[in-house]
């Protein structure tokens, strides 16, 4: 684990990332509050690429909890099973919108709590979607994030909860709405897990990882 970067450090690297994408997006597919979080639920050990396969013919004609419950669970998994734990997550997506129905009006609820007691919904993913949808700066700290907040010191922790912490209380509050896009992103693409490519990465000068490849 890198010591954690200053401030100073850390106001530089989230100004290269800013310059060099002003304003990151998620790359999951979705057309509401609903259908982001049935898109984030299934990514769970799944890439968004696979995901947004799935749902390209699902959304349309299950874009809200009522649809998504006429459809059905056997519906639902015809779309999702080439998704990984398709089964387990068609359950967790039905009975998320039975509740959604009943106990919410058919509505994305918008407190982290509340995201969080729904079926299927972890902390990560009701960060996603408060972030990406109401534009709260929460920090969904994935293993990309995880593993370039401790390489680089930009957020170390010794678990995803101490990361998100890192994050929120040692990044300039200026960056915090886009703050894990820019590190999902060069996590994602750069900072690789084996073979990171230091030669062309925008923060090489400031990152604390001590074992940099060409």
Not at 39 to 47: I, Y
Not at 95 to 106: F, H, N, Q, R, T
Request: with cysteine.
């Amino acid at each position: 684990m890198a010591r954690q970067l200053p401030y100073q450090t850390l106001r530089e690297i989230f100004t290269r990332f800013q310059q060099a994408e002003p304003t990151p997006e998620g790359e999951l597919d979705h057309t509401n509050a609903y259908t982001l979080l049935v898109a984030v639920a299934l990514s769970a050990q799944a890439t968004d690429v696979g995901v947004n396969r799935a749902t390209k013919d699902l959304f349309p004609i299950a874009d809200t909890p009522q649809k998504m419950l006429a459809l059905g669970e056997e519906g639902l998994i015809e779309h999702i099973k080439t998704i990984g734990l398709y089964r387990n997550k068609a359950k967790n997506v039905i009975k998320m919108a039975k509740i959604l129905v009943e106990d919410y009006g058919g509505e994305v609820p918008n407190s982290r709590a509340a995201l969080e007691s729904l079926p299927g919904v972890g902390r990560k993913t009701a960060n996603v979607v408060l972030n990406m949808w109401w534009r709260f700066p929460a920090q969904a700290v994935d293993t990309h994030i995880f593993r370039l907040g401790n390489r680089a010191g930009i957020a170390p922790g010794k678990d995803v909860v101490a990361v998100e912490r890192a994050i929120e209380d040692n990044i300039p509050v200026d960056f915090q709405l886009h703050a894990h896009h820019w590190m999902i992103l060069h996590g994602r693409y750069v900072c690789t897990a084996r073979k990171p490519k230091c030669g062309t990465c925008l923060i090489r000068d400031l990152c604390e990882f001590e074992e940099k490849v060409l």
